[in-house]
């Protein structure tokens, strides 16, 4: 127990502030606003896979280490699209996720946002539309935003994340 | 012991149970040794393969002309057989080689709904990477399907017949394929009574986005970037098997400095994902300190990854005939100097980990997954390792610049997720200990020499040891230096089915950790 609580003390605090970028800084300052006021200061994302390479999950993934620790905006991530104020979904829509992700993007109440990241959630990236690719997740439900990236790194996550929030919402 | 000592046995054995080998060349898919056999021989030349001890590697269809070219991988020692038949495409019958290979069962009923090959005696008939969006009577991979034919409508797949458990007190727990946390897509089905698992059947293909069918067309760094999106996770070992097996196709030898870089880049994702996986095993079984640890050396290495190679995960940094970019002195420095502070971290962590009672108490005995199922299964990478399978192509059948490298590679035989945890453990330090190597004595020169595409008809093989295991890619080429084939087979295609397994007797609660600990690749499965 004293090594870990020794570890923990010499590791301290590594969670990094955002770079030092005045349309970044406004735009936190509106999101917290943003999130204090329409979300009580809490947001939910639900994350969906619906067809990713498994990449732009591991840098999702990496929003949560210390480093980003995206938790200090008010934005986790829930298991249930049931609690979710946000879909971030990526991958090209494979067909066989097509009608999981409609009865996620259902099951999530209004009014809700869509966010598409990754290049090919975005536009269908490397894969595109095939016999067994819908391509972007816009073809499949209403996106809101996009984040591109292949994949998004964390911090391109965030920004777009924080930026997302500032786009007028799709009618429920 | 000399590669291929073992093959006049075997083909002697061959001879006894009268498989005819119509051709054996060991030129034209070095370095594995080519056998064309009678498709009628298909399931006994497995049968004599298993009882002489082979492993199975993988099985797969081409289309030409008016047949089907079927090829299944076979190893013994390090060693690699191609086992080649035709069919005709108008009767494609072929005998299975599942009854004697239990880990061929999804391969070949993938091979039954790409291509059509209709298998006379394979114990499961279901389909697996069709979802009834395309028509049972259609093939993708075939000639005449056009690869963006319109899907049938949206439709659940919700008739897909599942094991059925019946008795007083079971009850089913379906899960996915859209599951709780930030992972892939993928349908669990349980049947438990009270807490116990009594039987688990994994329904996968949800992420299929037809990556071998839109290879086809494809110039050689087209497909490089595409293979490195086979499974993110593993970008480079994908991208590295890829362009292996086209530079053999095209009889191009990839310069050595560029060979120890594709290495380097080998060896940081090897760690980085191992550092990510033993900090979600400790998490799963609620030990936050370490997956936070954990997590934190992760980002620090994938950090470095973007000031030395461009990308956080390495993407597109293996190209055709080489690598990409030549880092530069500092940049090389950079990725030195990170080795010695890792080092100095894990020797902190890593005893914590070991002494760590609770975490003893959940992963201990927890998921075993037996020497012989693994072995049967053919089990790679760290689940083999951790049952008894002693298997590592870096070591085995080195692969330069393994070549001129001490590859070593842990073996476990308890075959419990503590020992998955301590393969992955051992191969942190070992990767560390290739990279000092790789590092001070990276050779001078160019980091890639001009693509020359190989004339129609050429093929290759690419085989690495990615940090999952064993990945194998094969690659055929058409008119004008495109692709007309394309298999990646990761090691997801065995590791996955041992979870089905070693689940048996856990309870529910513990299945994300022997999840976790297996890790088995979504997208680099159902392609």
Redesign the interface.
Known sequence: ML??LN??RQ?GL?TEDLPRDAVLEQVGEQLRAGIARQFQGSLAIR????????????????L????YDIERYGVH?V???RHADVLLVT??V???????L???YEATPAPRLVIAAGDCAACG?????????RGAVSNVIPVDAVIPG??P?PLALLQGLLQALQFPQTAP | MSHFDWLSELLARYQDERVLVRRGSARELAPAHLLELDAEDWGRAAQVAAQFGCRWAGVWAEQHDDSLLISAALAYQGDHLLLRTAVPLAAPRLPSQTPYYPGADRMERHVQDMHGVVYSDHPDGRRWSR?N??AADHY?LRRD???????LP????QDYPFIQTQGAGAYEIPVG??H??????GHFRFQAVGEMVLNLEQRL???????E??AEGRDAHGLA??AG?????S?VHHAWAACMAMERAAKITVPPRAQALRAVYAERERIANHL?DIGAICNDVAFA?AF??F??L??LW?RDN?ACGGH??L?DCIVPGGVARDPDAGQLQRLRAAIDPLRRELA??Y??LDDHPSLEDRLATTGVLSAEQAQRLGCLGYVGKASGQDCDLRRDHPYAPYDRLHVPSPLFQTGDVEARLQVRMQEVLDSLELLVVLLDTLPDGAVHVPWQAPAAGSEGLGLVEGWRGEILSHVRFGADGRIARYFPRDPSWFNWPALELLIHGNIVPDFPVCNKSVNG???GH?L
Not at chain 1, 64 to 67: A, L
Not at chain 1, 94 to 100: G, I, K, L, R
Not at chain 2, 154 to 157: F, Y
Not at chain 2, 180 to 185: D, K, Y
């Open positions: 090594r870990i570890k923990i590791t590594i994350q969906v896979d619906a067809g990713s390479c498994n990449a732009c999950e591991l840098e999702i993934h990496a949560n280490n210390g480093y991530f298991a249930s699209p991958g090209p494979s067909v066989h996720m097509e009608t999981a409609l009865r996620t990236g490397e894969f595109g539309c095939s016999y067994a690719s292949c994949p790194t | 979802h969006r395309w993708p399907f056009a690869a963006d034919s319109a899907p949206a439709a659940p797949e394929p859209v709780a946390g930030i992972i892939e897509p293909g949800y992420v299929h986005k037809g990556i069918k839109i970037r595409l999106r086979v499974s993110g996770d970008t990510g300190f936070q640890q997590a934190r992760r980002e994938l973007a956080r995960l993407m902190t962590l005893p914590i690749s979504y997208s159902d």
